[in-house]
């Protein structure tokens, strides 16, 4: 039942998707398969061998599970022998476009752990906040300057306004030349 509804869901899938699930099969499916063994192969298991060889035929199932699992194609790999770090097989912008197409599709779950997943995204909003310069407490958006010098360029017209019917007679009394030195001249 559960099979023929992943059946179903594959043919509804865009071929993009269908590639990459094909070549990177989800780890929720694989993972199911693996977890559940036929009980007649682990009753032969457990009554065949000495209590010894328990241990690593448990181990051997562990290393045979991680074979089957792929590596995250999403993420940089370091090659066992040399050490040497190899990029993701898919860019950040291949890894967007793909789970864009997943989340159209409701299969975004399904994809390996990306730094560009929908659940990844909100955790760092949650723990980043807005990052946006100035919106923080204490804090104040640049602007350009004439936003930023507005204010005081609006109280230096306030307040000549308010001197300006003592300047309008300072100016009678001594203006044109006759000790009138500030401004207009």
Same mark, same amino acid.
């Given at each position: 039942m559960?099979?023929?509804?992943?059946?179903?869901? +594959?043919k509804?899938?865009p &071929?993009?998707?269908?590639?990459f699930?094909a070549r990177?099969p989800?780890?929720a499916?694989?993972?199911?398969?693996?977890t559940?063994?036929? &009980?007649s192969?682990?009753?032969t298991?457990s %009554? /065949?061998?000495?209590p010894?060889?328990?241990?690593?035929?448990? %181990?051997?199932?562990?290393?045979?599970?991680d +074979?089957l +699992?792929?590596?995250?194609?999403?993420?940089? @790999? !370091?090659?066992?022998?040399t050490?040497k770090?190899h990029d993701? /097989?898919?860019?950040?912008r291949?890894? +967007? %476009?793909?789970l !864009?197409l997943a989340?159209r599709?409701g299969v975004e779950?399904?994809? &390996?752990y990306?730094?560009k997943s /929908?659940?990844?995204r909100?955790?760092?909003?949650?723990?980043n906040?807005?990052?946006?310069?100035?919106?923080g407490i204490?804090? $104040?958006?640049k602007g !350009?300057?004439?936003? $930023?010098?507005?204010?005081?360029?609006?109280?230096? $017209?306030r307040?000549?306004?308010l001197?300006?019917? @003592?300047?309008?007679q300072t100016?009678?009394e001594r203006?044109?030349?006759?000790?009138?030195? !500030?401004w &207009?001249?």
């Open positions: 559960v099979q023929q509804q992943y059946v179903e869901l +594959a509804a899938l &071929p993009r998707l269908t590639r699930f990177y989800p780890q499916l694989l993972s199911h398969a693996v559940t063994p036929t &009980p192969s682990t009753t298991t %009554d /065949t061998l000495p010894s060889s328990e241990a690593s035929s448990a %181990d051997q199932q562990t290393t045979s599970s +074979a +699992a792929f590596p995250n194609p999403f993420r940089s @790999q !370091k090659h066992p022998i050490g770090w993701p /097989t898919f860019s950040l291949r890894q +967007a %476009d793909l !864009k989340r599709y779950e399904l994809m &390996p990306s730094v /929908t659940e990844e909100l955790r760092r909003r949650v723990e906040g807005l990052r946006v310069k100035g919106t204490g804090q $104040r958006v !350009k300057e004439s936003e $930023r010098t507005l204010k005081g360029r609006l109280e230096k $017209r307040q000549a306004m001197e300006m019917p @003592q300047m309008i100016w009678k203006g044109h030349g006759r000790g009138w030195k !500030k &207009p001249k």
